[in-house]
């Protein structure tokens, strides 16, 4: 089971991650491009060294960018490797998915070819993971098709922590190389463009052998290619698109010409379309595919313009990004999820406590007088609300809040009285559960049987609240309910409720194991912290557990 920091360190990956991806988007030349990806090596996925080797014409490998020591980049920068070579490196050692991974005990026998490399000197690894100075960790790139054209290689050495990467820094590892293949391939590929349209400016001989050397990257480029026309009636209608485009939209070169982009992008990212479509530059958004269904996209527009007349029109190259976008939804879905039960973990658990609290205080005891002059906005002489702060019945404060204008409405969590009296005031109930006899299971039975329990109980627990509750793992054996709505009477029926679904019997491997619950019922409120809701539900919890007999509290 992953510890409580462990979600915190994925999401600090996950952040440092997409911004040395970003950088690879930006930069303006192919040498720039390769640079960038050998810096975000040492920016984003804590390497000490970072080389990046780029397939020539020739099938050769030449080291094209260097990052981390100005000793080894001199040195080897430039020198060129054979592709046999390169080919026998990426067959030896450990395969990790698209990674190879040769230990120093291996990679003795390749100190003689004529791959360039620097030399590093150590001490025998003290342990089974620790890295040593020989160990060697290659990320080929490939491009994105189903060929596998090998681009380059990036190669890393010295990683921070002193460990070979397990699985979290592996995915990143490759997912890093993919996108810097496709970051790659899109600078050859603008190169290739803005040569081509540069040479539409020059003479009538020149623009004709230009021309059909754009068609030809136009219409076999690997990515989506569209000519919008710019100005006119018929602004932003797509001229012409290229085959990749229409496969990816599902729509033939017949029907796009029917279009503009603003008739396929998704209603919510219009805005961001119209502002790139008039500025120029670079968007990520949604295009509809013919079976209705969205598609994630990176859009790069050019403004392609005439000395005399102005713009022409628009050059959008256009690049599936789905897969990318799948696998952040992913990585942060794993940052904020309990690994074990997929139950949302004690940070996004108090995410979305402190969502709903503010630090100014419910104000109770409001008569319907000041309450309706505070919801109808009652004003003294001098146009001032008169008195302190009042809330209306629901929960409204109209009364400007810092950071807010003057009626900035902000829904106040209120807590229902306690005590024997039910006024009928609903609030949101804060359950935690701990639960009895579960230490007992893992003594006797091993952690795999208390594995299997614990997400058993997460699933009847999420099978028996409302739809929009939140049903969240703290730790070990602790979980937190979050119900909105309820009144002292709902939540005390909810509680038992729950217990019952976690009293019968859990079947694990031909064996019927049993554990009990406790429940403390707290209530959030406008004022406290989030810290503070959970101690006060905890302490309720376990004066709870301590009324009860050990033989209620046993499962059996």
């Known amino acids: 089971m992953e510890t409580e920091s462990e979600p915190y360190v ?3 990956t996950l952040r440092q991650l997409h911004q040395v991806v970003t950088d690879l988007n930006t930069a303006r030349s192919l040498a720039d491009t390769l640079q960038t990806v050998a810096d975000g090596v040492i920016a984003g996925l804590g390497y000490e060294l970072a080389c990046v080797n780029l397939v020539r014409p020739d099938g050769d490998l030449v080291v094209a960018a260097f990052a981390g020591n100005a000793a080894a980049e001199a040195l080897i920068t430039g020198r060129v490797g054979s592709r046999a070579s390169w080919e026998r490196r990426l067959t030896m050692g450990e395969g990790w ?23 590093t000197e150590g001490p025998e690894p003290r342990f089974e993971d620790e890295w040593h100075p020989q160990d060697r960790l290659y990320a080929p790139m490939y491009a994105s098709g189903g060929g596998r054209e090998l681009l380059g290689v990036i190669s890393v050495d010295k990683p921070r922590n002193g460990r070979r990467p397990g699985a979290w820094g592996r995915e990143a590892l490759q997912m890093y190389a993919s996108q810097s293949a496709i970051a790659i391939s899109n600078a050859r590929l603008r190169a290739n463009m803005q040569r081509a349209l540069v040479r539409l400016e020059r003479e009538q001989q020149a623009l004709r052998a230009s021309e059909e050397s754009f068609r030809q990257a136009f219409e076999y480029a690997p990515s989506g290619m569209a000519i919008a026309e710019m100005g006119g009636d018929q602004h932003g209608r797509l001229l012409r698109t290229n085959d990749a485009l229409c496969r990816l939209l599902g729509r033939p070169a017949s029907v796009m010409r029917r279009y503009s982009f603003a008739d396929l992008v998704h209603p919510e990212d219009i805005g961001l379309l119209l502002r790139t479509s008039a500025e120029g530059g670079r968007a990520e958004l949604r295009l509809g595919r013919r079976d209705g269904t969205y598609v994630w996209v990176s859009l790069r527009n050019s403004v392609v313009a005439d000395t005399a007349d102005g713009p022409r029109f628009l050059l959008t190259h256009v690049e599936d990004i789905e897969e990318r976008k799948r696998h952040e939804l992913q990585l942060a879905h794993r940052a904020s999820h309990d690994s074990l039960t997929g139950l949302p973990n004690s940070a996004e658990l108090r995410a979305r406590l ?24 009652a004003h003294d002489g001098r146009g001032e609300t008169p008195g302190h702060a009042v809330c209306a019945p629901g929960g409204f404060d109209f009364e400007a809040v810092p950071g807010g204008g003057p009626f900035d409405h902000h829904v106040h969590t209120v807590a229902p009285p306690e005590g024997d009296v039910d006024d009928g005031s609903k609030g949101l109930a804060v359950l935690f559960c701990d639960l009895d006899g579960f230490k007992s299971i893992n003594d006797r039975f091993g952690h795999n049987t208390g594995d299997a329990v614990l997400i058993e109980v997460a699933r009847r627990l999420t099978t028996g609240v409302r739809d929009g509750d939140t049903v969240a793992r703290l730790g070990g054996d602790e979980f937190v309910v979050l119900a909105d709505g309820l009144g002292a009477a ?12 976690i009293i019968p019997p859990i079947r694990v491997d031909g064996r019927a194991v049993r554990v009990g619950a406790s429940f403390g019922i707290g209530w959030a409120s406008c004022g406290m912290s989030v810290e503070e809701v959970l101690r006060s539900a905890d302490q309720r919890m376990y004066i709870e557990k301590r009324s009860r007999s050990k033989v209620h509290r046993r499962a059996g």
């Not at 630090?359 to 109808?376: F, H, K």
């Open 10 to 12: 994925r999401l600090a």
């Open 97 to 119: 998915g698209d990674l190879r991974f040769i230990p120093h005990t291996e990679g003795w026998v390749l100190l003689e070819d004529d791959v360039p490399q620097w030399y």
């Open 354 to 377: 402190s969502s709903r609290l503010c630090q100014r205080p419910y104000a109770v005891g409001a008569s319907a007088v000041e309450a309706l002059d505070a919801a109808y906005g």
């Open 490 to 501: 709902d939540a005390a029926d909810l509680a038992v409720r729950l217990r019952n679904a």
